[in-house]
């Protein structure tokens, strides 16, 4: 799978929560999530795991390649659901070694295929995170595009946005 993701520095989670609604993003819920990165040599692994209030935990491993580029990049990224995260990370972490663990508060909102992340980053702060799933309706250099039209729609200025993972930022 791939998509075509900014990230950003952004102050004002209530302005960049008006703005998605002004660009008639739908809001899909707040999700409290773990990261677990662990050591490969190429690209980054990491055991996403998310609840919500009142619901079931649910897990996933997610594998994924990009450019540390603070433009709108390409991310190549498989993901697969996980029913043991517990074993899994003990497995993982033997195997080859936990890097570092990302706690954060994901607000998801939705715009055609448009991932919006609002997040609050433990210990890093506030972010806006801009993700467009490419597929057959949507060709990369069109995602592109979207990308850099709903950064401007959000003010992100291209000294604000950030080429690293949150798990490079600590």
Same mark, same amino acid.
Do not use: K, W
């Given at each position: 799978m791939k998509n075509i993701e900014i990230k950003a520095s952004y102050r004002d989670l209530n302005r960049a929560r008006a703005i998605a609604r002004q660009l008639a993003a739908e809001p899909h819920g707040v999700l409290d999530q773990l990261d677990t990165y662990f050591r490969v040599p190429v690209g980054r692994l990491k055991l996403r795991e998310t609840g919500t209030f009142g @619901?079931?935990?649910?897990?996933?491993?997610?594998?994924?390649?990009?450019?540390?580029?603070?433009?709108?990049?390409?991310?190549d990224y498989d993901v697969v659901p996980?029913?043991?995260p517990t074993g899994l990370k003990r497995a993982l972490d033997r195997a080859i070694g936990t890097w570092r663990t990302i706690a954060k508060r994901r607000e998801l909102w939705m715009l055609?295929?448009?991932?919006?992340?609002?997040?609050?980053?433990?210990g890093l702060g506030?972010?806006?995170?801009?993700?467009?799933?490419v597929d057959r309706s949507h060709?990369?250099?069109?995602? @592109?595009?979207?990308?850099?039209?709903?950064?401007?729609?959000?003010?992100?200025?291209?000294g604000e946005r950030i080429a690293e993972s949150y798990s490079d930022l600590l």
């Open positions: @619901s079931m935990m649910t897990a996933e491993l997610i594998f994924y390649r990009r450019a540390d580029e603070a433009r709108a990049r390409e991310s996980v029913n043991d055609d295929n448009v991932r919006i992340h609002l997040d609050e980053v433990e506030n972010f806006v995170e801009l993700e467009a799933v060709p990369a250099e069109a995602c @592109s595009a979207t990308i850099d039209r709903l950064a401007a729609a959000f003010g992100i200025q291209a």
